[in-house]
């Protein structure tokens, strides 16, 4: 029964071909075509292939002829002669019209497992997040996209409604109170610390996220590269931001009276005449 199942899978090859030559040398040597496929790293179907004569079935000539020079090494076959009779039978192949197949791109004997080549793909992926991240979080921190808000706006929500006598908008210089600080932006990266360099709270916030300066903290201070993108308030009173622009800025004093000096110092814009004055 066995021997009918290995006459089906490998089929006689002509007397005194390249295939019959090597399949004898391969059995004298007692080694099982498994055992060949294993040491020299041919795909045992193109052994078979091979053993069978049919070497235009192969993806290409240069497989006939490579895989045949390593066969005949291993079992101890002159590697010329066998080359030479390889090229000798496939060109009598080609003057019957048979041509070798065309080469296959999956071919296990030349293309990675498809394993391999996920992982690599997953660890390039991580190498770069890896990058990016460290990049933007301690060597560019103030990098990143434009604020997609108005700052004009953001400055006229700030100020309040009241105005003196010369139309110039009033901030109350006798407010008090926590100093909170509002991120109007995910991804704003900022730390706060007191005079002695002690930190106080550090992190990436997001849209809506806060910080209140603790009320015993010695001269607190702040360092971020988004200062347009954190709103302040003083005793829950808004005060204008620390900038309006991108670019970093580190030491900047937070106290309340710090805060509230700047907002003096600050131009004052003219109030905005209601509809029908003038």
Sequence with gaps: MSDEHTEEQEPAVVAGGVGARLREAR???????????????IPQRHLLTIENGALTDLPARTYAVGFS???ARLVGLD?????????????AEEDEG?????????????????GLAWFALFAAILLIGGIYAFYSSYLAPGMGPAPLDDPAARMAEAETDDADESGQVRIPTAASGPVVFTSEMDGTWVKFYDADGERLYEAQM??????????DA??????????YA????????SVPKLSEVDEVIKD????AEALLARADAAPRAPATPAPGEG
């Design 230 to 237: 954190l709103a302040i308030t003083v005793g829950g009173r």
């Design 218 to 227: 010695e001269g607190p201070q702040v360092w971020t590269g988004r200062p």
């Design 79 to 91: 590697e010329r002669e066998i080359v030479e009779q390889v090229r000798m039978e496939l060109a």
């Design 69 to 71: 020079r390593t066969y």
């Design 252 to 255: 900047v004093p937070i106290t």
């Design 206 to 215: 997001d849209e809506g996220d806060s910080f209140t300066v603790p009320a």
């Design 27 to 41: 059995e004298e040597a007692g080694l099982e075509l498994n055992e060949v496929a294993a040491k020299t790293r």
């Design 98 to 114: 048979h041509t070798p197949a065309k080469f296959e791109p999956g071919d296990p004997a030349r293309v990675p497992g498809k």
